[in-house]
């Protein structure tokens, strides 16, 4: 069955960290995508990936960071974690001629104080 | 600049009544289409998806929806919503070639009452 990972359900960090988010894949898929979501606002795209080493800004990529050193993971880095950063971060994958079908974890919730 | 609107941030419904949820998109050329649902303390479920052809689609759970060119319109339906209908719900879009960026709305949160 497929399978998206997100090391952490909940996160609580301070001003200031960096931060590590990390998803795998199971499916080969080359396409990754990292997505805040918050009430009223939906899914915003913070980055996607499209091959190793390839990566693309979404909407709103300020403050946000990514690395795609090998298929199956995809990390999103805060530089310097701030208060508006505390969010759901849900992290998906999707092969391209696949039905565009997105596959998703369970998601991450950072809590930034 | 593209876009995809869901203008109804929450809709109630009575059990046993029809339901419509709009969507309306920006782009240059007709996208993907998708509906996700997304149930309360769950991931998001695909409910169905528009690449070509038939303009109305069917998906899971009896859901349905009808891509209007025209209008620019992926509009959900479901003739009789049930309880656990409740959820809060999402249009998403992808460009028809080049990059599969995938965009979301807004959403609209289902209330559904007895």
Same mark, same amino acid.
């Given at each position: ?16 960290? /960096? ?11 080359? %396409? ?7 009430? $009223? ?6 980055? &996607?990936?499209?091959?190793? /080493? @390839? ?11 990514? +690395? ?5 993971? &995809? +990390? ?7 208060? %508006?950063?505390?969010? @759901?971060?849900?992290?998906?994958? @999707?092969?391209?001629? $696949?039905?565009?079908?997105?596959? &998703? $974890?369970?998601?991450?919730?950072? +809590?930034?104080? | =600049? ?10 109630? #419904? ?10 309306? !998109? ?23 998806? !528009? ?34 209908? =409740? =959820?809060? !719900?999402?249009? =998403? #879009? #992808?460009?028809?070639?080049? !990059?599969?960026? #995938? ?12």
């Amino acid at each position: 069955d497929v399978k998206v990972t997100q090391s952490s359900r909940y996160l609580v960090k301070r001003t200031g960290e /960096k931060v590590f988010l990390e998803c795998v894949q199971d499916m080969d898929h080359e %396409n990754m995508f990292w997505y805040r979501q918050d009430p $009223g606002l939906g899914l915003r795209l913070i980055y &996607f990936s499209y091959d190793v /080493k @390839m990566k693309e800004k979404g909407d709103i990529p300020e403050g946000y960071s990514v +690395s795609r050193e090998k298929k199956e993971r &995809f +990390s999103l880095i805060l530089e310097s974690a701030s208060t %508006n950063q505390t969010s @759901m971060y849900l992290c998906a994958s @999707m092969v391209p001629g $696949g039905g565009e079908k997105l596959f &998703f $974890g369970s998601g991450t919730q950072l +809590s930034v104080l | =600049a593209q876009s995809v609107t869901q203008p109804d941030i929450h809709i109630t #419904v009575s059990e046993g009544a029809s339901l419509e949820l709009r969507c309306n !998109y920006s782009y240059g050329a007709t996208p993907y289409l998708f509906w996700y649902v997304q149930s309360p303390g769950q991931g998001l479920q695909l409910l169905l998806k !528009y690449f070509s052809g038939d303009t109305l689609v069917q998906g899971i759970k009896g859901f349905e929806a009808e891509f209007k060119r025209s209008q620019s319109s992926f509009n959900l339906r479901k003739p009789s919503v049930h309880w656990s209908d =409740a =959820a809060e !719900y999402f249009c =998403a #879009v #992808v460009p028809s070639g080049g !990059y599969q960026k #995938v965009t979301f709305g807004t959403g609209t949160k289902l209330q559904v009452i007895p």
